[in-house]
Antibody
Framework: QLQLQESGPGLVKPSETLSLICTVS??????????WGWIRQPPGKGLEWIGS???????YYNPSLKSRVTISVDASKNQFSLKLSSVTAADTAVYYC????????????WGQGTQVTVSS | DIVMTQSPDSLAASLGERATINCKSS????????????LAWYQQKPGQPPKLLIY???TRESGVPDRFSGSGSGTDFTLTISSLQAEDVAVYYC?????????FGQGTRLEIK
């Protein structure tokens, strides 16, 4: 079945750029049927949608983060990525990647998540 | 943005008891053209990602036990667990997908009394 796995540095310095990759297995990221999203969860808090991308590279961002976010897809590697610039301690969170069928849509399945801490 | 507000923030119920979690949206998530409510529910256990339970407000995801049910329309929704099991201890989130930005409720923590 489809599986997603996040990877990237667990520690990022303030003002630098957070970069994560989501590797998709068990299915093709190039399928025109799906969208691929990033969601984050600060420690002890709720879920925040960051943004999503479709197979063609069309992106959809949360306006609250849009000025700092770039999501891209690398179909040759069956991966999509997240870049979040000018990070602060408020960006410390578990970052999840997930698939959704439509935009807007629900998320299923999700990756296991990766903890990113912003600290000097 | 559509704000999703869940109640209560936490809930303790006995094994075998019914548990009810509410979710209210700041505007209707019912799309009149297809009469569907754009509302999903997730379960998140400690150290795990959220798991989809219900979509279209009341459609149970494949493999989800039938003790989980969703109801409601427009702006008011409910997730009901008919007979609480020990493995249901988790935080539950609602999410609207009526419009972007996609937004989630703040979560309801469910514990065993």
């Amino acid at each position: 079945q489809l599986q997603l796995q996040e990877s990237g540095p667990g520690l990022v310095k303030p003002s630098e750029t957070l970069s994560l990759i989501c590797t998709v297995s068990g299915g093709s990221i190039s399928s025109s049927s799906y969208f691929w999203g990033w969601i984050r969860q600060p420690p002890g808090k709720g879920l925040e949608w960051i943004g999503s991308i479709d197979y063609s590279g069309s992106t959809y961002y949360n306006p609250s983060l849009k000025s700092r976010v770039t999501i891209s897809v690398d179909a040759s590697k069956n991966q999509f990525s997240l870049k979040l610039s000018s990070v602060t301690a408020a960006d410390t969170a578990v970052y999840y990647c997930a698939r959704h069928d439509t935009i807007p849509g629900w998320f299923d399945p999700w990756g296991q998540g990766t903890q990113v801490t912003v600290s000097s | 943005d559509i704000v999703m507000t869940q109640s209560p923030d936490s809930l303790a119920a006995s094994l075998g008891e019914r548990a009810t979690i509410n979710c209210k949206s700041s505007q209707s998530v019912l799309y009149s053209s297809n009469n569907k409510n754009y509302l999903a529910w997730y379960q998140q256990k400690p150290g795990q990602p959220p798991k989809l339970l219900i979509y279209w407000a009341s459609t149970r995801e494949s493999g989800v036990p039938d003790r989980f049910s969703g109801s409601g329309s427009g702006t008011d929704f409910t997730l009901t667990i008919s007979s609480l099991q020990a493995e249901d201890v988790a935080v539950y989130y609602c999410q609207q997908y009526y419009s972007t930005p996609l937004t989630f409720g703040q979560g309801t923590r469910l514990e065993i009394k």
